[in-house]
């Protein structure tokens, strides 16, 4: 079996594009990852997720504990053949959704006791039940279980967790153990503090990692703090290993980033956009739900060349919103998730050919222009 490995391919300013080569396939960086949280990219077959450019899809630990169960999964021989997704496959570890979602969380040394949010049963997590999860789910990548406070919070709070997140992360590590083929990647926490990230950062380095993510942002600081903290928080983790910002973000969000030096990203907006008349377009958001599309023949982005782009106009994407026809999740998602796609494969090529300032100009200028007759 081919081991897990990463390798730099051209760097522009601190942004970079190489590729990630896992036994279930390469993952091309920087990459955006669509989220599957229950083991499917909301209103897409898996095939049609791939058709978008996609190399890689995210799936949640929390919510395939609670059903239909690691277990059960398993048994029916991995996640990878029981969502028909042959390629590589990254896990969260659940301790976000224990913050965001579970009811009457307790959190110890030992883990997080919480009750589900779908029943009402009381369940356990630690690192170790974590890693046995996703081991049984058979991740490609595997996350490190970690604690997540909300932000804003005072820095006591936030060293506080940042240091059990650290203690996990060893704990993690020894029960992960040797996974030929798989990853295993820590979690940097400490908030907006430079110290406790960079604290953090050297644990991590400490005990040792396949890739790091940057986590705790996107958790209400907004755009102008989470680029601050980006200036300085991917510097502090090895270069020479995948960087992944969980759960960003929006396509500013995304560029900023990869800007910054981040390889991965994650977000629900996509496919959550698609569902509620939300497109995303080389030059901004349209709300296909407007009166102002009922007559438009015109396509959601005539620079598009997916489905919903080719083949059908915003009259009708608006006709079927308004009628809430489920063909228009399927194809505002899959537009979505195109221009996502398309906008990673643009900022590799910028990269690799050392003009990504030049690319980010654009893309700010053209979302600047806006939509014809949105205004």
Known sequence: MSTFSFSLNATDGR???????????????????????????????PESVRATGADILLGNTYHLMLRPTAERINALGGLH????????????SG?????SLAELRKLTEEGVTFKSHIDGSKHELTPERSMEIQKLLGSDIVMCFDECPALPADRERIAESMRLSMRWAARSKDAFGERPGHALFGIQQGGLEEDLRAESAEALRGIGFDGYAVGGLAVGEGQEAM?????????????????????????????????????????VLPSRS???????????????KNARHADDPRPLD???????????SRAYLHHVF????????????????????????????????????EFEAQFHAMRAEGDIDTL
């Not at 005539?302 to 059908?312: D, G, I, K, L």
């Not at 505002?332 to 050392?354: D, P, S, V």
């Open 15 to 45: 942004a970079r594009t190489g590729v990630i080569s896992t036994p279930r396939g390469d993952i091309r960086t920087p990459a955006f990852m669509p989220v599957g949280t229950a083991a499917t990219v909301k209103a897409m077959m």
């Open 81 to 92: 053949k029981f969502m028909n997704w042959e390629r590589p496959i990254l896990t969260d």
């Open 95 to 99: 301790g976000f959704q224990v913050m």
């Open 227 to 267: 680029f601050a903290c980006l200036d300085y928080a991917p510097e502090q983790l090895p270069s020479d290993k995948p960087r992944y910002l969980m759960g960003v973000g929006k396509p500013d969000d995304i560029v900023g980033a990869v800007k910054r030096g981040i390889d991965m990203m994650d977000c």
């Open 274 to 288: 698609g569902r509620t008349g939300q497109a995303w377009t080389h030059r901004g958001q349209v709300n296909i």
């Open 302 to 312: 005539e620079a598009c060349t997916c489905p919903a782009c080719s083949n059908y």
């Open 322 to 357: 308004r009628s809430q026809e489920i063909i228009s999740s399927m194809l505002l998602t899959w537009h979505n998730l195109h221009y996502y796609q398309e906008l990673m494969a643009e900022m590799r090529a910028a990269i690799a050919a050392g003009r990504f300032a």
